[in-house]
Nanobody
């Protein structure tokens, strides 16, 4: 059993920074850390940043130039560095990964961490 656990959320003023972490805990089943999503109040969940197996990253237009994701596969952890935060960034942020169980990969989510950007 693998759990994805996000941390690092909180309240920040516009222009501030936060660094989110997603750690895989529990069993050592192989995982493929894939990216970050967020869900703002009244909105659908959306992709924030993704990363391929080769390490290339993609970002939503709304966060380009402000957010950077990274991954440390040996430590089974990934990060989202968020700079120049805007009120529109307020959302619950989720990490996403594929987890190998038997011979099948299962797409999995953490429970999320809340980011609130407000003055």
């Amino acid at each position: 059993q693998v759990q994805l656990v996000e941390s690092g959320g909180g309240l920040k003023q516009p222009g501030g920074s936060l660094r989110l972490s997603c750690a895989a805990s529990g069993s050592t089943l192989p995982i493929n850390l894939k990216g970050w999503y967020r869900q703002a109040p009244g909105k659908e969940r959306e992709l924030v940043a993704s990363i391929t197996t080769s390490g290339s990253t993609n970002y939503a237009d709304s966060v380009k130039g402000r957010f950077t994701m990274s991954r440390d596969n040996p430590k089974r952890t990934m990060f989202l560095q968020m700079n120049s935060l805007k009120p529109e960034d307020t959302a619950v942020y989720y990490c996403n990964a594929d987890i190998l169980s038997g011979l099948s990969w299962t797409n999995s989510w953490g429970k999320g961490t809340l980011v609130t950007v407000s003055s």
